[in-house]
């Protein structure tokens, strides 16, 4: 507003898939997603884009008194959600955690009701790391979880929180942009394994790497991941942030706003300075990822 104050933005809450079905509708102009297009998705729409504004990760939390520091890898978190692993003292658990005595308590998974980018992201970090969860429930913004007696479910992040905060034993997955209100809450934050073999907690510094290392892959359509990423120090669960547009607007007076805001968003001195994307631990674009992300706005008239 401060830039461009005849511009006027009105965003609205809702989980990925309602981003994309809404832009995909034209219900909204941009629908917020984690989640990039599917080549079905794009096929089905033709003219509908995926543009990279910033780049976010998710955490694993926890909900265990008094331990810090917990090592978990997605091939043992991939288990929880099977329900193959059900006490945190497990054997397998308690081998990455050597000098911590882990308690008997029950494992409560959390995952998200909603058709949910974080689910996306969450699920394709198992498939990469449990091939029985790549042959099983894969990846999306919804999957068919696998039936655990004791799970519990949430829509949105916020109640992802609240309801690990609830619940002693749970293990949950929560955006990064929550992560500061998870720790308020009392929540432990997992040190993931990468690919490298490495312990990593998502802070600016990890999600950088694994950005980098990821963004030579990135197709012209930018439906493109960054899970699991190569790198000594790279996070393993980093994903694009997308606003979901219609190559084709009403008109050009919409069609020029919303470029000049995507513009804006991805510049270093407008939307992405460091301050304004450290208040919800994000970072920028990669630069090698930016002329692809230009060609993709300029496409919108």
């Known amino acids: 507003h401060t830039a461009f104050s005849n511009i006027t933005l009105s965003p609205a809450a809702g989980g990925s898939g309602k981003g994309i079905s809404d832009a995909s509708t034209g219900t909204v102009q941009m629908g917020g997603s984690d989640a990039y297009l599917s080549n079905g998705q794009i ?63 029950t494992v409560v998974p959390v995952r998200r009701v909603d058709s949910s980018g974080d689910t996306f992201i ?100 930018l439906a493109g991941s960054l899970i699991y990423q190569s790198g000594s120090n790279s996070y393993p669960i980093v994903n694009f942030e997308y606003l979901v547009v219609r190559s084709t607007q009403p008109n050009t007076d919409t069609a020029l706003a919303i470029r000049t805001f995507l513009a804006w968003a991805i510049s270093s001195s407008g939307g992405s300075t460091s301050a304004n994307l450290a208040k919800d631990d994000f970072v920028a674009l990669p630069s090698t990822v930016l002329p692809k992300v230009n060609a993709a706005i300029a496409m919108i008239s």
């Open 43 to 105: 096929s089905s729409n033709p003219g509908l884009l995926n543009i990279p504004i910033a780049v976010s990760a998710q955490a694993v939390n926890y909900n265990l008194t008094g331990i810090t520091n917990l090592k978990l890898d997605g091939n043992l978190v991939a288990e929880m959600y099977e329900g193959k692993i059900t006490k945190w003292n497990d054997p397998a658990i308690q081998a990455l955690n050597s000098g911590v005595t882990l308690p008997a308590t």
């Open 122 to 221: 969450f699920t394709s970090f198992l498939s990469a790391t449990n091939q029985d969860w790549m042959n099983g429930p894969a990846f999306g913004t919804t999957v068919t979880w696998p039936a655990v007696s004791n799970e519990l479910s949430a829509m949105g992040n916020p109640a992802m929180v609240q309801t690990c905060k609830a619940t002693p034993g749970c293990v949950a997955y929560v955006g990064v942009s929550a992560e500061s209100t998870a720790t308020a809450a009392g929540l432990g934050e997992a040190m993931l394994k990468n690919q490298a073999g490495s312990y990593e907690l998502p802070t600016q510094d990890t999600i950088t790497a694994a950005a980098a290392a990821g963004s030579g892959n990135i197709p012209s359509n």
